[in-house]
């Protein structure tokens, strides 16, 4: 799945970069060493501030040490060092150690707030089938970053999605919301591939693919939660392929800046991820430039995913309905809520929208889309040639 994979929503992904350097989903180490901390001290336990970092440390260098030579050989794929990948491996034996230093509730607790902090998909599968400190002779699976802070280069993978027989004039069963579209792929949902700049010269080269002749009979959605580095890069290219839609995620108050660098960026269509939703943004938000909103709620089967209150995604439709914005409804996650009550649904990422409530069942595409569709010779050269095929078979 991670090379060029298929998800519900879309058409396809394709992934050019796996892995990245982390955000609010896979926060830095320190971050989720505070976060224990705290934890700690907000249950009552006698622990200062910045001892879970130490202990980690001292776990981290053990097992470090206990490598092989060809192990901590940088070939190999590990990092030195305390990563957020090595807290995550870490989780059992640091439970071990605060267990003898606490009780077995706080390494309980500990355990749990590192995997609370941990919330990216792409990273879980990486920290499951990547390297692991803990485990080195454990096999890496093929396509993936080795570990997930290690933002990895695959050629090849855009010019395999741009060689995909076009969609266009195409029904796509159970997704109604796609019927006659061109094909859309989703670049980069395995990590970041705007994470490093010493990546730029490699995307260069990969995204000629998107502007060839095959490439452009797609559209591709590249979604990224660093616009300021996806507009620089969009600079270099002077402007990106007219059939890119540069998108940037949104999670909270806190990530609406990152709506005014989406704007900077060189493109002809921009969008906006708002997945996970994990507060009201409705009132604050600034749609100016923004041509498409897709909405959704955490969800995760592992762990308890944070609330998703249904009121959220109403008025954000709305506003999206007041300035014109096409509103697309992914899922509603794990723990969706309404009127502060929970919401039982039988799937369990709230990803059929039978179930959802009707005001919600939402998944508009951008009159974008339809313009490069309607317009591009790309695609009108397919329609042609599906013209005449239909024609000779009368
Ligand atoms: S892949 Fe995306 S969601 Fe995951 S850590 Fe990177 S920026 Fe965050």
Redesign the pocket.
């Known amino acids: 799945m991670a090379k060029n994979t298929k998800i519900q929503w879309c058409d396809d992904t394709a992934n050019p970069i796996m892995g ?7 926060p830095k180490p320190v971050k989720v060493t505070n976060a224990i901390d705290r934890k700690l001290q907000e249950a009552g336990y006698q622990w200062p501030s910045g001892k879970a970092y130490e202990l980690l440390d001292v776990i981290i260098d053990m097992a470090w040490k206990a490598l092989s030579e060809e192990q901590r050989d940088p070939e190999f794929g590990l990092l030195p060092g305390v990563t957020t990948s090595s807290i995550y491996h870490a989780r059992d034996v640091v439970g071990q150690e605060i267990a003898k230093l606490l009780d077995e509730d706080a390494a309980k607790l500990v355990v749990e707030t590192i995997e609370r902090q941990l919330t ?4 879980i599968l990486h920290l499951n089938r990547g390297r692991n400190l803990f485990s080195p002779e454990r096999q890496m699976i093929n396509g993936y970053a080795p570990m ?1 802070e290690s933002p990895t280069p695959f050629a090849g993978r855009l010019e395999k999605a741009a060689c995909s027989k076009s969609l266009v004039c195409q029904e796509r069963p159970g997704k109604p919301w796609l019927n006659d579209l061109p094909r859309l792929i989703f670049v ?5 591939a705007f ?1 490093r700049q010493d990546d730029f010269d490699f995307l260069r080269e990969e995204v000629e693919w998107i502007a060839s002749s095959k490439g452009r009979r797609h559209l591709w959605l590249w ?4 616009p300021q580095a996806m507009a620089s890069f969009a600079k270099q290219l002077g402007g990106f392929p007219e059939n890119v839609c540069a998108m940037t ?1 949104v999670t909270s108050a806190k990530s609406l800046y990152r709506i005014d660098k989406l704007r900077q960026v060189d493109a002809g269509m921009r969008g906006l991820s708002v997945e996970p939703l994990w507060e009201s943004i409705a009132d604050k938000i600034d749609l100016s430039g923004i041509d498409w909103v897709i909405v959704g709620g955490e969800s995760d089967r592992k762990r308890k995913s944070e609330p998703f209150a249904l009121e959220w995604a109403i008025e954000l439709r709305d506003r999206c309905r007041e300035q014109g914005v096409a509103f697309f409804v992914k899922q509603l996650g794990s723990r969706p809520m309404q009127g502060g009550q929970p919401l039982k649904l039988k799937d369990s990422h709230g990803g059929d929208w039978s179930e959802w409530p009707e005001e919600l069942r939402i998944r508009k595409m951008p009159k974008c889309f339809w313009d490069y569709r309607s317009t591009s010779a790309a695609w009108s050269q397919d329609a042609k040639h599906l013209a005449a095929i239909d024609s000779d078979w009368g």
Not at 20 to 26: A, H, I, N, T, Y
Not at 120 to 123: G, I, L, N, V
Not at 223 to 226: A, C, H, S, V, Y
């Open positions: 990245c350097l982390g955000c609010e989903l896979f990216c998909y792409a990273a997930f980069s949902d395995m990590g970041d994470s979604l990224t939660k660093r995620t």
